[in-house]
């Protein structure tokens, strides 16, 4: 079975500072790697996902993503944070099979907070 | 284009009772993908329909259980309510290629007295 960890439930960070969301997976066989932001009262917005290839991901509103297998690690980064990044982040992981489609596994989530 | 509307956005109901939730997937979206998003669970897979077929299903009860029709619209019904399903239920739409992009609606929440 497939599990995925964010050991931070909680990343503060002041504004125009990097920020660094921690996940690892496990899973057998390669893994497929999501980012997910929740902002209040709304569902989920996709940031950036790994299939294959390059190891550095880049997604939307200048995140990025690094892929490291032999840590099993796919840490969010930022290198600049703002105020508006505040929200709680959620790392997902799907393993490819005939029938796997869109079956994610979600990660506990962490709540960024950016402070002015 | 519009985006995922779900509804109701908020649902009371009482133990015992049943309830339907619905979905309307963004135009063009063949897959629909249900979770269930609690304080100590977090983030839970209950099914997705693909072209009105339940292609992955997670590790809930019978009592949760869903459909999709022909127009892609989706709906989840809940029977037997318990006070542990409520919950924020979110449904997601994508293409159906699998391992894509999800548009996720802004969830239906069910409290159950």
């Known amino acids: 079975a497939q599990s995925v960890a964010q050991p931070e439930d909680q990343v503060n960070v002041a504004e125009g500072n990097p920020l660094t969301v921690k996940c690892t997976y496990s899973?057998?066989?390669?893994?497929?790697l999501f980012w997910y932001v929740q902002y209040p009262n709304r569902g989920l917005q996709f940031l950036l996902k790994?299939?294959?290839?390059?190891?550095l991901v880049k997604g939307s509103y200048g995140f990025e993503a690094e892929f490291n297998k032999s840590q099993t690690s796919f840490h969010l980064k930022k290198p600049s944070a703002l105020v508006s990044d505040s929200a709680l982040y959620f790392c997902?992981?799907?393993?490819?099979?005939?029938?796997?489609?869109?079956?994610?596994?979600f990660g506990g989530g962490t709540r960024v907070l950016v402070k002015p | 284009k519009a985006g995922v509307t779900q509804t109701p956005r908020y649902l009371i109901k009482t133990r015992g009772q049943q309830v339907t939730l619905s979905c309307s997937p963004i135009s063009g979206h063949r897959s629909v993908s249900w979770y269930q998003q609690t304080p100590g669970q977090g983030l839970q897979f209950l099914f997705e329909y693909f072209s009105e077929t339940q292609r992955n299903k997670g590790n809930f009860p019978g009592r949760f259980s869903g459909r999709q029709f022909s127009n892609s619209r989706s709906e989840m019904n809940v029977s037997t309510l318990e006070l542990g399903d409520s919950a924020l239920y979110l449904c997601?739409?994508?293409?159906?290629?699998?391992?894509?992009?999800?548009?996720f609606g802004s969830g239906t929440q069910l409290s159950v007295l």
């Open positions: 997902a992981v799907s393993v490819p099979a005939r029938t796997a489609g869109n079956k994610l596994t």
């Open positions: 899973v057998s066989g390669n893994p497929y």
């Open positions: 790994y299939i294959t290839g390059d190891n």
């Open positions: 997601a739409s994508s293409v159906g290629t699998g391992l894509e992009k999800l548009f």
